[in-house]
Each structure stands twice: as C-alpha cells, then as structure tokens.
C-alpha cells in the first residue's frame, strides 16, 4: 500500500471513530459494540505506530472522550481526566509491567504491587470539594474541559455534600462513576437500550428535577488533585473514600503478581452476570502513589494504569422465528426471535440478522441453534450456527421479493464496497 492509500485509509478510520464518539458520548446512542470500537481505536494507533507522517488532533491517542455539550456551561479540569490504555491478554499485562519496570529503570524482579477494581460501565464524574464542601461536579468532556453539572449530581444521594471528617483535605478532586443498578434499570428500560445509556441521558438533563426521579447512584475510585493529602496508596485512598461518607466497589483487592491478577479477573468475569451493575472489565492500577508520580502520563493516559477489558458476553439460544422489520426510510432488516435467555444479566430475545448477506453468509436458518452475542450497547446478534444441531427437515431462508407492508416489489441496494447488490 502506498503513502497516498495508507493516509486515505487512516483519515477514513478517524473519520469514523469522530462520529463513533459524537453518538457515544454527546448523543448516549452508540452505533457499535464497545469491542468494536477498541478494535477501530487499536487499528488507528497501531497504524500511527507504523507509519510516523501519520497524525490527526482527532486521534485516540490525543483525545479523550468527546468535547462537552453546548447545553452546559463548560469548565476546564484543574488536572485532565485521562483515558485508560486497554489490556486484553496475559501477554499485555506483562508488557504493561515491563514497560513500567524499564521506565522507572527497576529492578526486574521488583516487586509491583497493584490495585485491580472492576470497571463500571457508567459516566465519569469529577466533584470537587472546598473546605469539606461539595462545590462543582463536572462530566469528563474532552478530558481537558468538562460540562458543569453540578446541580444534576448533587441529585445523587451516594454524593455527600458536606464531609464531617477533619482530615479530609482542604481541597480535592474526588473522581468515579455515575452508574444505574440493573434492577433499578427495569422501571427505565422503555426510555433507554441499557443502563449506561440511561445514566448518561438522566446525568444531563437541563432541569435537575428531571435528574432527580432517576435513581442514580456513585462509585468513587480516584482523585484528580489534592491539598494536604498525606496519603501513600490508592488501596490507602480508598479506605479513605468509605471514611468520609464515599461508595467504593467491594470487589476492589491488592494483588503482587501478573498470575493473580488474572485469577481475579477470571473470578470477576464469571460473577459479572450476577452483578447488579455493569462491569466491562478491571482497572489495574500501581498502588503506590509515590510510583505512580514518577510514571506519570502520555498524551491521554497515565503509564501507571491500565483497563483488562472482559470479552463480549455470548449465550446460546434457539431461532424461534425470522421477522422483517421495516424502518423509516423503507429498508428491510431481519430480526431472529430467539428463545429468551439471560446473557451478563440481560434477558435477550431479539438478536439482530443485519441484512440478507448476513443470513446467506452464515446460512441462518429458523429452528437453528445459535451463539448470540451481547456485546456492549448495540442489540445482540447472531455470531455463529451449530449445524450439527440443525434439523433435518430445515429450510433455507427466503429474503421476502415484496415488501411484508406495502406489497411493493423489494429492491436491494448497491454495496459501494462490495461492488454488488
């Protein structure tokens, strides 16, 4: 591939992840699953490696969420909150601490000591704090500049706003996640696709009163800065958190050795579904803090954490049936009816086909048995067949020839990249 078609296909891809974000963020609509997503993120970046004329202000390695709405007044973070590098094999991990070792020219048998805390899925928030008093809360934004939200957040009863504790500093920034419970969700799940959707809608309602009926509720993990903190470890920073009146996650834990932190991400991964919250992976974090400041950070995340993201939660199912569904501007999308299964605390019944190509590709069938796959905030959809399960009298689904609607004559459009109908 020559320069010209290299530059073409990295301007495509940062062209994709901007509107990718636009939805995510700005919107609370998301077009793809978040593995998607980290894939396309993963691709941009690796690209950037290989190729040094390549570079874009809208990249991922130099921005972080997406720029704060109009809707809110906008205030710039005394310290940026940062996004996290993402991990997902035994293998990046001990790279990460490798890279951690080198940079702080350690040892290699130094021993590290880590903080792993499960991810929520939620929406960051920073609440600021003077003279033991809750003064502004603010969204995460571009990182750089956030969204004054302050009287949404003071909605949340998780949030103290006075602390009584005197050794709490003269001023901080405490940081976390804004998150609704899946049983709380239920009431709520007619207005939103999932529970960080419906958090992130409720976090930005113009009138707080709005705000107030959702029962949203904090996670406290991290600081952004601090006066007076005479504090040497996160896991030290978190018992604080609980001491001044702060939720933290009671699966947090310390762990010494690459092994273990796999065998707790492991254990999380198969709790994940009894959970009544959402979790996408575990936060690895070096605990001590003294570390942490001579490590500091990169472009838009810090050297000294890490995110283990889980993989996408599949089931298996059986298709009960193949409906046409007809959108508004006329396009027919095929939708399996699945029998009802819980996937990561989901019951899912619907599983999207995406379109005839999908069907004919994977020679999807009703009565199939199927993996389906719920991956993040899009509908969940069918990843594979088990042919061996097929019956025998089973039959080729035919793509309707007339609108199931209107009757009129259906006509498949052009793929621009396929170059076929």
């Known amino acids: 591939m020559n320069k010209k078609n290299i530059q073409l296909d990295y301007k495509v891809k940062i062209k994709k992840i901007i509107e990718l974000n636009e939805h995510y963020y700005d919107h609370s609509k998301p077009l ?19 190729y040094s004329f390549l570079k874009d202000k809208n990249s991922p390695s130099n921005q972080v969420g997406f ?27 001990e790279n990460f601490k490798k890279k951690i070792i080198n940079y702080l020219d350690l040892e290699k048998n130094f021993n590290i000591e880590f903080s792993a805390e499960p991810k929520i899925d939620g929406i960051s928030a920073s609440l600021i704090y003077q003279n033991r008093k809750f003064i502004t809360g603010l969204s995460r934004g571009d990182g750089k500049e956030g969204e004054d939200i302050t009287k949404n957040l003071k909605t949340i009863k998780d949030i103290p706003i006075n602390i009584i504790e005197k050794d709490f500093p003269d001023e901080i920034d405490i940081r976390g996640e804004v998150f609704i419970q899946n049983d709380d969700f239920q009431i709520l799940s007619d207005k939103f696709s999932n529970p960080r959707n419906a958090a992130s809608g ?32 996160q896991s030290e920073f978190l018992l604080k958190l609980n001491k001044w009146g702060f939720k933290t996650n009671q699966y947090n834990k310390t762990f010494n050795t690459i092994d273990d932190l796999i065998k707790n991400y492991l254990d999380l991964e ?53 409906e046409i569904q007809i959108g508004r501007t006329g396009a027919l999308t095929p939708v399996a009816k699945i029998k009802p299964i819980n996937i990561g605390g989901v019951i899912v019944s619907n599983a999207s086909l995406h379109n005839e190509d999908e069907i004919n590709r994977k020679d999807i069938r009703i009565s199939d048995t199927v993996i389906v796959e719920r991956a993040g905030d899009v509908i969940p959809h069918i990843v594979s067949v088990d042919k061996k399960k097929r019956p025998q009298n089973s039959k080729k689904f035919i793509f309707p020839s007339k609108c199931p609607s209107c009757g009129s004559k259906t006509v498949k459009d052009f793929n621009n990249i396929t170059k076929k109908k």
């Not at 001590?288 to 400041?293: A, E, I, M, P, V």
Request: proline share 4%.
């Open 32 to 50: 793809v699953s978040d593995a998607e997503y980290d894939e396309l993120k993963e691709k941009i970046i690796l690209l950037e490696k290989k």
């Open 67 to 93: 720029r704060p709405s109009k809707n809110f007044k906008k205030v710039l973070h005394k310290i940026p909150m940062l996004s996290l590098a993402n991990a997902f094999s035994k293998e990046d991990l």
């Open 202 to 233: 409720s976090l930005r309602q113009k009138n707080p009163e709005e705000t107030k009926k959702i029962p949203l509720k904090f996670i406290a993990y991290t600081y952004g800065y601090a006066k007076k903190l005479n504090i040497k470890s």
């Open 270 to 322: 198969k709790k994940r579904g009894n959970l009544n919250f959402d979790i996408d992976g575990v936060v690895y974090k070096v605990n001590d803090f003294n570390l942490q400041n001579r490590l500091g950070h990169v472009a838009n995340s810090p050297r000294w954490a890490i995110a283990h993201k889980f993989s996408a939660i599949k089931g298996v199912s059986q298709i009960l049936d193949i």
